[in-house]
């Protein structure tokens, strides 16, 4: 081996770095896997080399940080850690469906660092059933029903082999008596008044025997659900679901069997501390006037900084949604001014109140309830989903919405008969929104099961000239054809679409043809959000002058208007927006857009209307990108859609600009670079972009994308990725590939690509490598082709292939080179002098022109050339 003295590197040999395996470079971050032989325990799949340059003394560094790096090489050494990918749900579905096991590990992996314990029993109620236990009607004593608890305390609830018996059916029967035996009697207590709160959801509390839930997900049977009561057993639905109970039951007798079980109202604090009263209804806080709980729950003592006890810090930052005065449409950064978040002080802390498990991986017990929250907030039109676990005879309250999950502390429901009375008055007295469903839409009380006579209310928005109006009312066109639809996960954006005709003023200003509203909860660090992307493109475009590009307007999402609020604005009434909770993981805030409905490429008629689609969004994606600057990044079969012409020809929509960015320029090698480059249209000089860098580092820490259309060089590169215009060329490639393999056009229907719709990313990088690398993948994929669209092969994907190919793999080659330099000269920069560094640096710089000249091979004229045929 070479002495580095001689100024050569130890290392620095092509032969041996072409040894080094690319498989080995494909997957960036790391998977949990679970362990076969323990549940609670987890593997790690190594993490690709992150070629990171080690520390060195600031004084022997360039600005760029490299030790006496030459000046025209700054540009090559800037080495980024590698990209985690962000994991949906999306990524272990297998042959469409959602197996429980692969669901399970999903959430332990994902969720158990979100979920924050030991939170008051009668503070959990209060905020997230909205009833405050003074509410309580006391006009005779309460007691559990005797019968029923003794033959609870008797019984097993434990399913053997999927199956229950019958001794354990009647135990969780007993249950279901138990809490049915709290509702009468409070319905005995109440007077007229609140016998109409009482019976607001008219549901009752019953044992699903085992029976599957009816959803769109997963399959999966709770044990216990509070449903409407005019609803059968074979027609429970997560969607008509108001919440729901889990019950683990193994021991038998664990307290002494009495005659009368009588429940201490006095034992409540707040009923200690207030008086009692029949007439005081359950009603919600007044939401002008949110008073903090009396015992605030906190994880650890955060000053008013941000600062933790550790040392940590946690982002304190978030946008608001004040609203725009001025009329002039621009990617306005102070459209959506900071707000700093308030931390309690150390004065206000209570030790025993509150706790976080932030490094604890959730047991099997703890992932069925957050299996079965997770449901019910991927069903219908929810902000928040909540449920009881009961454990033997200790019974835990449970809540989630899109940022994280709460768990409360447990209670003896034998011991502490008062805390059960008060979970069920907190459930019975509860309406549909204070059991989770969005507070914007009001349902009729005549329609429990169904959508009928239910309406869309926004108090306020602004329209695409960013015009503020008021009430504006939309009626929900809910039938077979137009149904809600609810992404699945709990934690996340949960993007709901919601079929509407706009009613009254919204009409006159709208029409009345079809229209959805997309309601999703979008993170607060993102500088620009759809709608505002959205109406800057449509400017842009419209004030070109050049009637082709105005033209582009029809393939591009058409805004009626948007509403923006705060995750702890009052007109929402989220309970987090009052738990006095930390920091969530990820803070999130609500947007509605209204916008044209517009129709799911599976219900095309024809090859001829499905290639007029294509042309038209892969043009659109041009213009926008050349004229608007703005690249989309989220080019999938979901978000290429169309409408019809009276005449009944189709136009080709591009939706969904959640994840678009600033047009790019040219690769960025450095995360401070690609705050200006990747941040979606970002200016770096603006005064926030300073302070809240913590904010804006996360939009370049996530690839994006949708695992079958992602771009090769985002599944494979190990450095983190800049978003490339070729990059959604190449997923547009992948969509019509995809589309032609699993479309049955008879029945309308989308099948199954297992080789690019497997839940690793890793894998469906492999499986692309191979797809470039040999014909024959390309010809397998392509043999479940309808017939109908066989032509298309010969016409457009076999012609569209043969000119990638010439680009991709070159590309993911060249990048792997680089990435096998930057790790040797990680690894012997301690060795190596100066001169051997500057050899290695140079050669770090000829593997990335050949990267650039690969890419810029790949052109829109040449995509066109071939669908123009």
Known sequence: MADPADGRLPFDDEDFIDEIKVENLLFVGSEELPDKGSDNTTEQRPHAVSFLVPPVPASACTPRGIPNAPARLLRTVAFTPPTPIKRGLSSIKEKNAYKNEALVNFLKSEYSDKIDTDYDIEDFVRHVWKFDAKTIPTKIDYQLRADACSDFLGGQYVK??????????????????????????????????????????SAKFMFLFDRTIAGDYAHLKPDIGYTPKDLKLDEQAWELLGLFGEMKKRLVQTHMVREKYPIDLGQLRKVRRGARTTKKMATAPDRNTTTPPTHPMVTRSIDKTGAAEDGSRRAISARSTTKRKSRDISIDHHAEGPVQKKFRDSAHQHSSAYAKSNETRMTNTQAQVVKYLNELLSHGIRQYSTGFLIEDTKVTLWYSDRMGIVKSKSFDFILEPHY???????????????????????????????????????????????????????????????????????????????????????????????????????????????????????????????????????????????????????????????????????PRLFKVLIIDEYLPLQTVDSLDEFKRIMRHVVEAHYWVYEIAEVLHRDVSSDNVMFYRLNDGSVMGVLSDWDLSTKKDGQLVKDASAALVAIDPIADASRSDAEGDMDALLTQVRYRTGTGPF????????????????????ESFFYVMVWFSAVFNPKRHELGYLEAWE?????????????????????????????????????????????????????????????ASLQELLSHSREEASQGASDALLEKIEKWRKEHDNAVNEMTYGKVMAVLNV
Not at 714 to 729: M, Q
Not at 777 to 785: A, C, G, P, R, S
Not at 796 to 804: M, S, V
Request: charged share 25%; with cysteine.
């Open 160 to 201: 053997k082999n999927g199956k229950i018996t019958e001794k354990e059916r009647a135990c969780c029967t007993h249950f279901v008596k138990v809490l049915s035996g709290l509702v009468g009697a409070l319905k005995k207590n109440v007077d007229r008044a609140q016998q109409v709160i009482l019976n607001a959801f």
């Open 420 to 586: 059960l009375l008060l979970m069920v008055a907190g459930i019975a007295f509860a309406d549909r929104h204070r059991l989770g469903c969005c507070p914007l839409i009001e349902w009729s009380p005549r329609h429990l099961l169904d959508y009928r006579e239910t309406t869309l209310k926004l108090p306020h928005a602004l329209d695409a000239e960013d015009v503020e109006h008021k009430d504006l009312e939309f009626k929900l066109d809910v039938n077979r054809k137009r149904e809600v639809k609810t992404a699945y996960g709990a934690i996340g954006r949960g993007t709901t679409i919601v079929p509407l005709k706009a009613r009254g003023a919204a009409a006159a200003l709208f029409g009345s043809g079809n229209l959805v509203a997309k309601m999703a909860w979008q993170p607060v660090n993102r500088v620009c959000f759809e709608d505002q992307v959205v109406k800057v493109v449509r400017k842009k475009l419209r004030d070109s002058g050049q009637p082709h590009l105005k033209n582009m307007l029809k393939h591009i999402t058409d805004l009626k208007c948007s509403l923006t609020l705060n995750m702890d604005d009052p007109l929402l009434g989220l309970p987090r927006g009052t738990m006095e909770l930390p920091d969530p993981y990820e």
């Open 710 to 729: 992602m771009a090769l060089d985002l599944l494979v590169a190990t450095e983190t990725p800049l978003h490339l215009y070729r990059h959604d060329l």
């Open 758 to 818: 497997q839940p690793s990313l890793k894998s469906i990088g492999t499986e692309k490598s191979e797809f470039w690398n040999k014909r024959e993948k390309f010809d397998q994929i392509l043999k479940t082709v309808h017939d109908s669209f066989k032509p298309l092969i010969s016409s457009w994907l076999d012609p569209l292939y043969w000119k990638f190919k010439e680009v991709i793999p070159d590309a993911a080659y060249a990048m792997t080179k680089v």
